[in-house]
């Protein structure tokens, strides 16, 4: 197949990972299409743009049928995701509601209606990018953290009829990534410099899933963290709430 041929689908592609993403995709010379809230600011190379508010279920709804018409996908990567950081009981419900649709249910809803309708080339990929959370507790992003273990448990147990039609599927657990996005989720005073660029992320996590890896865990640092998560989870918790829930200050 010639590069010019090869499609992929990024959700959330407008910004931090998923700019990431595209721009790996566009240096490829795959026809991309792009879903977001926000377009993109500048791309190289062939875009579609699709505007969702994956907030609503009702515009979720209304784009799908475009999304699956716009394939068969090579590639699919379903990154969109937001953070509500803070104490849980002090946060607006509606936060939350909005949180578990972007996070979980969209992208649930995406690759179950892509399936479906059988959007994929032979030998295509699935991506579902998860967190670093998935392996330890997070105090302070209660319900980021619960989204994220639901998206990663349902992309596990979609391997099996992915796997019938020629798709397979890997899970992204990429850890704290030098983002906008994260800026505003961090606490006052933290190392920049100890996240991790987007672009190195993106290129890894890609390897992964072009290698028909089922996780990727981008980084030696993170994976050390993602094990000490499992032998040590009570340790790393309270770590965790060290160095984030106790210096947010909300």
């Not at 937001?82 to 849980?88: E, K, N, P, W």
């Not at 030998?123 to 998860?130: D, H, K, L, R």
């Not at 980021?144 to 273990?149: E, K, L, R, V």
């Not at 050390?224 to 200050?249: H, K, N």
Request: glycine share 8%.
């Amino acid at each position: 197949m010639s590069p010019a041929s090869r499609r992929a689908l990024v959700t959330g592609g407008s910004a931090g990972l998923g700019a990431a993403i595209v721009r790996w995709l566009l240096a490829r010379e795959y026809a991309v299409v792009l879903l977001d809230r926000d377009p993109p600011q500048s791309v190289d190379g062939q875009v579609d743009f699709i505007q969702c508010d994956l907030t609503s279920r009702d515009a979720l709804d209304l784009v799908v049928p475009g999304l699956v018409g716009a394939g068969p996908f090579d590639l699919v990567v379903l990154n969109s995701g937001i953070d509500v950081t803070g104490r849980f009981e002090d946060m607006d419900a509606q936060a939350h509601i909005d949180l578990l649709r972007v996070n979980a249910e969209a992208p649930m809803v995406i690759a179950a209606r892509l399936m479906e309708a059988n959007a994929f080339t032979p030998g295509a990929a699935m991506v579902f990018v998860s967190s670093m959370s998935h392996f330890t507790g997070y105090p302070g992003a209660a319900s980021y953290a619960a989204s994220q273990d639901a998206l990663a448990i349902y992309a596990r147990s979609m391997r099996k009829v992915a796997r019938s039609k020629g798709v397979t599927i890997t899970v992204a657990f990429p850890g704290p990534l030098r983002t906008s996005h994260a800026e505003i989720h961090t606490p006052p005073g933290a190392d920049a410099s100890k996240r991790m660029e987007p672009d190195l992320a993106a290129s890894l996590i890609m390897a992964d899933a072009l290698a028909g890896r089922k996780n990727s865990i981008p980084g030696a640092r993170n994976r050390l963290f993602a094990a000490a998560g499992r032998v040590f989870p009570r340790l790393v918790t309270a770590l965790m709430r060290q160095l984030i829930y106790q210096r947010l200050g909300r």
